[in-house]
Each structure stands twice: as structure tokens, then as C-alpha cells.
């Protein structure tokens, strides 16, 4: 059996990165993934303007130290990244000692599927080597 989990989504803030006290690198970041909402006969549900209704779940993405690296410097909120991993659960017991609970993606491998905004406004790079046209 495999713990394996595939998301793809739109980032919604920007990575927040540290550095343990040993020394390992950890980014964590938000990743919000959509599916139509549908009526109790399975029917996409629609708004008055005709555009589809949205159920969108909020993922916890962890990634470690070259990843981690990765995702830190380049990845921007609403940019659409696929994340490759495994579901990690956690439990501990808070300062009123309630036990709480948490559930993580713990990211093996992360995809970026579009540029961040400020990559975006930069427009394609230009090439204006004329020189070099073997004409």
C-alpha cells in the first residue's frame, strides 16, 4: 500500500521558509484546489450568470530543504503549482490540554504549472540577435 497524494492548485499566499535549529530547510505554503458543487442528483450547480458553482478545499503543503529551496524563491500567491506527496497526520495535546489535530501534504515533488504574477507582467523575453541569421 502507498500513502500518495496529487494535488494541483493555485497558491494562496506567498511561501513562508525557515531553517531548524539542525539545520534543515522548511517551506510551508497554502494550495486551494476546486470541484463543481452539485445538486443531490449530481447536477453542476450554476449561478444566475450561468457560471459554475465551486466547492474550493484549502491544502497545507510542507516541502524539506531543495524543494523547499525551490518553492521559496520562485513560487508567488495565485501562481498554479502540481504537488506530488503523502498525507501526514498529526496529534499532539495544546496549553488547555485539549488534544488537537492536524493533516499536512508533505511534498515529494512540486511542478509549476503557470509563472508567478510579477514573472507574468515581464512579458516573454526578447531576442533581438539579428546577427546570427544565416541568411
Not at 539545520?23 to 494550495?31: H, P
Request: with cysteine; hydrophobic share 30%; charged share 30%.
Amino acid at each position: 500500500m502507498q500513502n500518495l497524494v496529487i494535488l494541483a492548485g493555485n497558491v494562496g499566499a506567498a511561501p513562508e521558509a525557515r531553517t531548524t535549529t539542525g539545520g534543515t530547510k522548511i517551506t510551508n505554503f497554502s494550495l486551494a484546489t476546486s470541484r463543481p458543487k452539485r445538486d443531490s442528483e449530481g447536477k453542476v450547480l450554476k449561478d444566475e450568470n450561468g457560471r459554475r458553482i465551486e466547492d474550493t478545499e484549502w491544502h497545507r503543503i510542507t516541502c524539506f530543504n531543495g524543494i523547499g529551496k525551490s518553492v521559496a524563491d520562485n513560487v508567488e500567491k495565485g501562481q498554479k503549482v502540481m504537488v506530488r506527496g503523502r498525507i501526514h497526520y498529526t496529534r499532539w495535546t495544546d496549553q488547555q490540554d485539549i488534544e488537537r489535530f492536524g493533516v499536512e501534504i508533505i511534498a515529494d515533488e512540486v511542478t509549476f504549472l503557470s509563472y508567478g504574477k510579477s514573472r507574468q507582467q515581464q512579458g516573454p523575453a526578447q531576442d533581438n540577435d539579428d546577427d546570427d541569421v544565416p541568411f
